[in-house]
């Protein structure tokens, strides 16, 4: 089979490999229909997080079972699934709480032996352990690259918005409108808000954040603490979405929530940086953080997706075969691209 593979920063490849086989209980293999390029893909491609050199890429994907192995009970050979971008034990502590996304044995696809030896989806075939937590079947008339955005993107942008406990008629401030906070503002308008604010500082992102009906604020030629003020009668927002994963807008989403709001670092963070807790303190803030927990949110996810309350489809900018990903990787490099899903 073909798999897309990383060689070295900036370079990835076109690779003949093996196809996988089922080698314990409860496995599948899923034919890949469709399998999307990813902002953390590129953090791999250019070596920021270490990946050895021959490594599949990818976590994102839709495509039918080929293969289920004993003691799956979920999909069954032929279906059209879809699946989440890690993969869950289902018996430890954790993921009997149901935090499945900080599970024991919890595994990444794509992301080399840092994160568990998980081949990626950027391929013809993929082996999907625990097959009955990660897959699901796709809704009957969803296009797979809308439900693509179910494993990761789109459950990223709603684990922000549930940990903000929304109430109908509230107000929410997304900052950064990527493919994960533009997936925020939607969320967060069919979660009955009435006012989002989207801020960034690309034209074409405020454009697309207001035609999912946040009102754009751009980040340095606006006012945003005017904007969001004159928006909620002077108080601030009642939750505010730090989507960049920096301190300049963990601070900002700070400031921006009104007194006992929530604040949701969605954003990646692995090192240290400063959070200014006398704002935190003074104003009784929660702040949630982490990894979205994508296996609980499939079902929500995918219901809101096929009954159009959800629609990503406008984010897909580019679609491109899976023999095209060396382009493909530069144009989203180049930040060319929202989101660009492949074709095997
Ligand atoms: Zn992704
Ligand atoms: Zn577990």
Redesign the pocket.
Same mark, same amino acid.
């Given at each position: 089979m073909r798999a897309v593979t990383f060689q070295a920063p900036g370079e990835v490849r076109v690779d003949e490999k093996p196809d996988p086989e089922l080698t314990a209980p409860g496995e599948a293999i899923v034919r890949v229909e469709a399998t999307g390029v990813c902002g953390s893909d590129l953090h791999l491609y250019h070596g920021r997080i270490q990946i050895e050199p021959g490594f599949t890429l990818g976590h994102e994907y839709v495509g039918t079972v080929v293969a289920a192995g004993e003691g799956v009970s979920g999909v069954s050979e032929g279906d059209r699934v879809l699946g989440a971008f890690l993969t /869950? *034990?289902? =018996? *430890?502590?954790? *993921?009997?709480r149901g935090d499945?996304h =900080? *599970?024991? /044995?919890?595994r990444v696809f794509g992301h080399g032996a840092t994160l568990g030896s998980l081949q990626g989806a950027q391929a013809d075939l993929l082996l999907v352990p625990g097959a009955d937590l990660t897959l699901r079947r796709v809704p009957e008339g969803l296009s797979d690259e809308v439900a693509l955005f179910a494993g990761d993107v789109m459950g990223t942008g709603y684990h922000a918005i549930e940990a903000l406990d929304l109430e109908p008629g509230g107000s929410v401030a997304v900052l950064g409108l990527g493919p994960v906070g533009l997936c925020a503002v939607q969320v967060a308008q069919a979660a009955g808000a009435a006012h989002v604010i989207g801020v960034d500082s690309v034209d074409e992102r405020l454009r697309m954040g207001e035609a999912f009906g946040a009102t754009p604020v751009h980040l340095t030629e606006e006012d945003v603490r005017g904007a969001v003020k004159e928006a909620t009668e002077g108080r601030g927002v009642d939750g505010a979405v730090d989507a960049v994963g920096h301190p300049d807008a963990l601070e900002m989403a700070c400031r921006l929530a009104r007194k006992a709001g929530t604040v949701a670092a969605i954003g990646v963070y692995s090192e240290r940086v400063e959070v200014h807790m006398g704002i935190v303190w003074i104003k009784s803030l929660t702040l949630r953080s982490g990894q979205a927990n994508v296996i609980a949110h499939l079902d929500p996810v995918l219901e809101r997706l096929a009954n159009g309350d959800l629609d990503p489809a406008p984010l897909v900018t580019h679609h491109m075969s899976l023999d095209e990903a060396p382009e493909a990787y530069r144009i989203y490099d180049r930040h060319e691209a929202l989101k660009i899903v492949l074709s095997p």
């Open positions: /869950a *034990c289902g =018996k *430890c502590f954790f *993921c009997r499945f =900080k *599970c024991d /044995a919890g």
